[in-house]
C-alpha cells in the first residue's frame, strides 16, 4: 500500500486510516497498521488526525466517567495480553510489535486524556453565539461553528482552542504572556494579545487582524507574521496577504451579509451552510448570476424574502429544500 499524506485533510479522507479507526474494516485496517508501521514519520500527522476525530466525537455524545474508565482500562488490559496489532507476516522483526504496542499506548493514554479534558462550545444553525473562554477572553461564534477548549488552563501554559467554523477572538493578556493558539485544521495562529477573526471550513482556511500581531503557522510548515489590517487567506499550505474590506469579512458579526457582486451559487453555499438547509438552483446559469447589498442573517425566512424582494430571484421551499430559480 502506497500512500503519501501532507494534511490530517488527507489522512482523516482516507479509507484505510478510517477503517483502522472506527474498526469497521478488518483488512483495511490490518493494510493501514502494517503502512504506518512502515513510515513511522507520518506517526506525527495520524496523531493529529486522531485527535481532530476524536475532538468531533465528543462533540456529538457526552460519555460518563464510568465509560470512559472502561473503554481505557479494555484498551490497557489489550496491550498488556499482547493484543496489539495482528500481522499478516509470520516473521517480523522485534522492533515492529514494539513500535505498534507504543502508538496504541500513546493512542490510548490520548484518548483517554481527551475525553476527560475537553469540552465543545458551540453556535448552532442561524445564530451567532458569544462566549467567555477561562482566561476571560471572549470568542463570537459565526452560524454552525464550534470551538473545543480545556476545561481548565493552567498558569505558564498555552491557552489552546480547536476551531471548526469561523469565530472572531478578543483575547485578554496575561501577566506572564502567555501565548494564545488557535488550532485551524490547515493551519496555527499564534498570539498573546489580540482581535482577529478566523475562517477555519473545509473550502477557506483564513485570517483578518484588525488588533495587535498574530503569527500564522501551517502545518506544512510556513510562517507569516500579520499586523493589524492584514487578512491573509491559506491555499496549499502557502499564507497569502490579499486586500479585503473588512466590514463586509466582519458583518457576520452583526447578522447580516455583505454582498458585492456576490455569484448566487455563492449564496446558496452560505445559506446550506449557514441554516443546514439544502439549495438546489433551478438551473446553471442561475448560479452565475451575481447579487449586491446588505441583507439580514438572523432568519432564514426574513433572508429569503429580501433575495425575492430584489425581483431577480423565486425563492420556492418545500420541507427539505429551497430551490432559486428566475422570476
Do not use: C
Not at 442561524?126 to 463570537?140: A, F, H, K, N, Q
Request: hydrophobic residues 40%; proline residues 3%.
Amino acid at each position: 500500500m502506497e500512500k503519501t499524506f501532507d494534511t490530517i485533510e488527507d489522512v482523516i479522507a482516507d479509507d484505510h486510516f478510517y477503517a483502522w479507526y472506527s474498526q469497521n474494516d478488518p483488512v483495511k485496517a490490518n493494510e493501514w497498521e502494517r503502512w504506518l508501521i512502515q513510515n513511522p514519520g507520518s506517526v506525527h500527522l495520524v496523531q493529529q488526525s486522531i485527535d481532530w476525530l476524536n475532538i468531533n466525537k465528543v462533540s456529538e455524545q457526552e460519555l460518563s466517567p464510568a465509560e470512559v474508565e472502561a473503554a481505557h482500562l479494555k484498551l490497557m488490559n489489550s496491550i498488556k495480553n499482547g493484543r496489539v496489532v495482528k500481522m499478516q507476516s509470520r516473521r517480523k522483526p522485534w522492533w515492529i510489535s514494539v513500535a505498534a504496542a507504543v502508538l496504541l499506548v500513546f493512542v490510548a493514554g490520548f484518548l483517554y486524556w481527551t475525553l476527560n479534558n475537553k469540552k465543545t462550545l458551540n453556535s448552532g444553525y442561524g445564530t451567532v453565539s458569544v462566549y467567555r473562554l477561562p482566561d476571560g477572553s471572549r470568542v463570537t461564534l459565526n452560524a454552525n461553528s464550534k470551538v473545543t477548549i480545556r476545561k481548565s488552563w493552567k498558569d505558564n501554559t498555552d491557552r489552546e482552542v480547536w476551531l471548526q467554523g469561523e469565530a472572531f477572538f478578543k483575547v485578554q493578556k496575561t501577566p506572564n504572556r502567555n501565548r494564545f493558539i488557535v488550532h485551524a485544521n490547515a493551519m496555527d495562529i499564534i498570539v498573546t494579545g489580540t482581535q482577529f477573526n478566523v475562517v477555519a471550513r473545509e473550502d477557506e482556511h483564513s485570517v483578518l487582524l484588525t488588533e495587535g500581531s498574530v503569527t500564522i503557522r501551517t502545518s506544512g510548515g510556513n510562517e507569516i507574521k500579520m499586523k493589524p489590517g492584514d487578512f491573509v487567506k491559506v491555499e496549499n499550505q502557502i499564507p497569502a496577504r490579499q486586500m479585503v474590506d473588512q466590514q463586509r469579512v466582519l458583518a457576520w458579526k452583526d447578522s447580516k451579509l455583505d454582498f458585492v457582486n456576490t455569484p448566487i451559487r455563492e449564496v446558496a453555499k452560505i445559506i446550506a451552510r449557514d441554516y443546514g438547509v439544502k439549495v438546489t438552483l433551478a438551473d446553471k446559469s442561475i448560479g452565475e448570476r451575481t447579487i449586491s447589498g446588505i441583507m439580514p442573517n438572523d432568519n432564514l425566512d426574513v433572508l429569503t424574502r429580501a433575495l425575492e424582494a430584489t425581483g431577480d430571484y423565486k425563492i420556492t421551499k418545500t420541507n427539505s429544500e429551497i430551490i432559486i430559480s428566475g422570476p
